[in-house]
């Protein structure tokens, strides 16, 4: 499992528990006190370094509250035939909400669907406003490959 853009390693933690091998990224690790055994984390620049991943494919990536369009393909490429894409991030509509406001971290209506169309089978999708930990608009969805 990958867990992308991985902040304080919340889910990475969660999968551990879980019984995954997790790849946790973000470019500040120290965010990331701890990993417990079966995190195995590592600092990239997302945005400007090299892919740190190439050739590799996961069961299963989560990517919460990160956006960087160029990744986009990269993770879905990145899937093992019958692996899962988890992604959730903000959604035009949240700057009513407060930050993110920036377009540029703010997905477009139908984009993550647009992302996957053709790629992955789509398990669950939404684009809607959500109360709880914040309000906020947002996009999420499941989609495996086949």
């Known amino acids: 499992m990958l867990d992308l853009a991985c902040g304080s390693g919340r889910h990475a933690r969660l999968l551990a528990r879980m019984g995954f091998?997790?790849?946790?990224?973000d470019r500040d690790i120290a965010l990331f006190a701890d990993p417990p055994p079966g995190v195995k984390l590592m600092q990239a620049d997302l945005e400007s370094g090299p892919w740190p991943?190439?050739?590799?494919?996961?069961?299963g990536i989560v990517v919460t509250n990160y956006l960087h369009r160029p990744l986009l393909p990269i993770l879905v490429d990145s899937l093992e035939p019958?692996?899962?894409l988890l992604y959730e991030t903000f959604a035009r509509?949240?700057?009513?909400?407060?930050?993110?406001s920036n377009p540029a971290f703010l997905l477009e209506p139908g984009e993550l669907l647009e992302a996957v169309r053709g790629r992955l089978r789509v398990v669950a999708y939404e684009d809607r406003v959500v109360a709880e930990p914040r309000p906020a608009a947002i996009q999420r969805i499941a989609a495996r490959r086949e």
């Open 82 to 84: 019958q692996g899962m």
């Open 93 to 100: 509509g949240n700057e009513r909400f407060g930050k993110p």
């Open 21 to 25: 091998e997790v790849d946790a990224v």
């Open 53 to 59: 991943y190439e050739g590799r494919r996961f069961a």
